[in-house]
C-alpha cells in the first residue's frame, strides 16, 4: 500500500508533467516545400484511343514557416501552424493520346495529339491546427504531430494542344489562367529542438503533406528559433 501511495503521488507530481515546461512555445522560421503542382497522367487505353501516362510535375518552393504550441504538460500540447510557398518558376507535364482511325480497306495515319498542362508562379499558404507530442529533455527535445486543415493556392495554368493529323502540326493554347483555389491540407512530421538558452531553442523539422484531398504529395522542411514563454 506504501509503494502504491509513492507511486501515485511520482505520478501526479509537478515535476513530471507540469514543472519546466513551457505554457506555450512560438516557433518563426524559413522553410522549403517540394510541391506536386500536378498529378500524375495515368495510361488509359479505350476502343481506338491510347493515352500515354506521365510522371507528377514538381517544384521546389521558398518561404517561411511560424506556429504556436499551447502545452498542456511536457509531452503533449495542441499546434496551431501557418506557412507560405512561394516561385517565379514552372513546371509542366505532357501526355501524348494516340487515335486510330478505321479507314476500311485503305490504310489512315494515326492522329496523335500532345497535350501539355503547365502550372507557373505558385502560391501557396497553408494553415493547420493539431496534436504535438514531445519527449522531454535537458538539450535535445524531439517532437511529433499530426496536422490538419486548410490550403489557398494561387497558380497560373496554362494547357497546349499540339494535333498531327495526315502528319501536319496544329498547335493551339487553350487557356492560361491564374485560379485560386482552397481545399483540405494535412501535415505528418515532426523534428527536434536543440535548447540554446533556457527560453530559446533552434529547431528543424520536416513533414509529409497532402492537399486537397487528392494524390497530391508534397515535402517541407522548416528550421528557425524558438521561444518559449512562461516557464
Request: hydrophobic fraction near 40%; charged fraction near 10%; glycine fraction near 12%.
Amino acid at each position: 500500500m506504501r509503494n502504491l501511495l509513492c507511486a501515485v503521488v511520482f505520478l501526479s507530481s509537478p515535476a513530471l508533467f507540469g514543472q519546466d515546461a513551457p505554457k506555450a512555445e512560438v516557433f518563426a522560421g524559413f522553410s522549403f516545400a517540394n510541391y506536386e503542382l500536378i498529378g500524375p497522367t495515368q495510361g488509359l487505353s479505350i476502343s481506338n484511343e491510347t493515352i500515354s501516362g506521365t510522371s507528377a510535375a514538381r517544384l521546389s518552393l521558398f518561404g517561411w514557416n511560424g506556429s504556436v504550441v499551447a502545452n498542456m504538460n511536457r509531452w503533449f500540447g495542441f499546434a496551431t501552424d501557418f506557412s507560405g510557398y512561394y516561385s517565379g518558376s514552372s513546371t509542366s507535364t505532357t501526355s501524348t493520346t494516340t487515335i486510330t482511325n478505321p479507314c476500311g480497306p485503305v490504310s489512315c495515319p494515326s492522329e496523335i495529339i500532345t497535350t501539355k498542362i503547365v502550372a507557373a508562379s505558385p502560391k501557396i499558404h497553408n494553415f493547420l491546427l493539431g496534436p504535438q507530442f514531445s519527449y522531454p529533455g535537458s538539450k535535445i527535445r524531439p517532437f511529433g504531430h499530426l496536422l490538419i486543415g486548410v490550403e489557398h493556392s494561387d497558380v497560373a495554368r496554362s494547357e497546349i494542344v499540339t494535333s498531327t493529323p495526315s502528319g501536319i502540326g496544329i498547335t493551339s493554347l487553350l487557356g492560361s489562367v491564374a485560379s485560386g483555389s482552397n481545399g483540405f491540407a494535412m501535415a505528418i512530421g515532426g523534428g527536434v529542438d536543440y535548447s540554446v538558452k533556457r527560453n530559446l531553442a533552434w529547431q528543424l523539422a520536416a513533414d509529409y503533406l497532402t492537399a486537397q484531398g487528392s494524390n497530391q504529395n508534397h515535402v517541407r522542411v522548416s528550421t528557425g528559433l524558438v521561444w518559449r514563454l512562461g516557464r
